[in-house]
């Protein structure tokens, strides 16, 4: 069993940074993939990036150039730097864990408001 807690959500106006963490929990857990998604009010939940053990990545085109994952692959840990936010990027954002084809974990999510 994996937990994956999240922290550094909260409100920035247009153009503002934050960084979000997210931190599994699990003695002797091996994940693949992690990553982050965001669900905004009204719409499904789609992807912002992920990270693989081995460094790939891959970004919502959208979203590219803005925001930047990064990875301890030894603490099971991911962050996601998020620049020039605008305020169709306010959502809630969701870490995801996954350690096999089927296995995947979920974090709590972490709300992002970007507002003036």
């Known amino acids: 069993q994996v937990q994956l807690v999240e922290s550094g959500g909260g409100t920035v106006q247009p153009g503002g940074s934050l960084r979000l963490s997210c931190a599994a929990s699990g003695s002797g857990v091996s994940i693949y993939v992690m990553g982050w998604y965001r669900q905004a009010p009204g719409k499904q939940r789609e992807l912002v990036a992920y990270?693989?053990?081995?460094?790939?990545?891959n970004y919502a085109d959208s979203l590219k150039g803005r925001f930047t994952i990064s990875r301890d692959a030894a603490k099971n840990a991911v962050d996601l730097q998020m620049n020039n936010l605008k305020p169709e990027d306010t959502a809630v954002y969701y870490c995801?864990?996954?350690?096999?084809?089927?296995?995947?974990?979920w974090g709590q999510g972490t709300q992002v408001t970007v507002w003036s």
């Open positions: 990270i693989t053990n081995g460094g790939g990545t």
């Open positions: 995801r864990a996954q350690l096999g084809a089927s296995e995947v974990y």
